[in-house]
């Protein structure tokens, strides 16, 4: 079974420039993740989506941070304008989805490190 | 406000003794547990998992400990083997109604030595 997908694995960008990760998660996962891990800091949640619906994005910065997941499949996520503070990586994940149970296992892709100059 | 604590940056342990990761948490609410193993330039790998109705889980070489009064898991790894050199993150669980939502602790990164 092929996990989850992400692309570009790494990404250098000046600060003020935008920038757009792409997640293609485990086929048949429902509910899809982004996390934000900065360097000696565990993954923190930015957004989660239920197939193609948002069901948690509290602790996304908005004014700079977008993210859509069309179809309910693939999603990408944008950063417009990058500051020196967003250089961590970002790792998608996804899970069944099973109408929210803790149990619900997440498994993550490999991430894409952005550093922001 | 962290509500999930691993307080040990790095533990190193020789091959073949025990491994003891620590993890502490505040919040109640969580009702799921879970310890994740990264290697570098990976994504996490889900290792193992306990739900706070039990107190102990057990897979393999793998063994996830919870004391719920204390708000306190641990994750024993015996025997400890060079190919588990890697940073182990544990991370909680609260169902929301709509949504399942981890949260992580910063990691102990373990180191195997022969």
């Known amino acids: 079974e092929a996990g989850v997908a992400q692309s570009p694995r790494y990404k250098i960008i000046e600060k003020r420039q935008s920038v757009a990760f792409w997640c293609n998660p485990i086929?048949?996962?429902?509910?899809l993740y982004w996390y934000q891990q900065i360097l000696g800091q565990g993954p923190k949640l930015l957004i989660q989506?239920?197939?193609?619906?948002?069901?948690?994005d509290s602790q996304l910065p908005k004014d700079r941070f977008s993210a859509e997941r069309l179809k309910g499949v693939d999603s990408t996520l944008k950063i417009q304008p990058a500051k020196l503070e967003d250089s961590a990586v970002y790792l998608c994940?996804?899970?069944?989805?099973?109408?929210?149970?803790?149990?619900?296992?997440?498994?993550f892709g490999p991430g894409t490190r952005l550093t922001v100059l | 406000d962290q509500q999930v604590k691993q307080n040990s940056p790095s533990l190193s342990v020789q091959e073949g003794r025990i491994s003891i990761l620590n993890c502490d948490y505040t919040n109640s609410m969580f009702d799921y547990f879970l310890w994740y193993k990264k290697y570098p330039a990976e994504g996490p790998t889900f290792l193992i998992s306990?739900?706070?109705?039990?107190d102990k889980n057990e897979d393999g070489r793998f063994t996830v400990f919870l004391n719920k009064s204390a708000k306190h898991l641990s994750l024993h790894i015996v025997p400890s083997q060079p190919g588990d050199s890697a940073v182990y993150f544990c991370?909680?669980?609260?169902?929301?109604?709509?949504?399942?939502?981890?949260?992580f602790g910063t990691g102990t990164r373990l180191q195997v030595t022969l």
């Open positions: 306990i739900s706070s109705i039990k």
């Open positions: 991370a909680a669980s609260v169902n929301t109604g709509t949504a399942s939502k981890l949260t």
């Open positions: 989506f239920q197939n193609n619906g948002v069901v948690d």
């Open positions: 086929s048949g996962h429902a509910t």
């Open positions: 994940a996804s899970s069944l989805g099973d109408s929210g149970v803790s149990t619900d296992t997440q498994y």
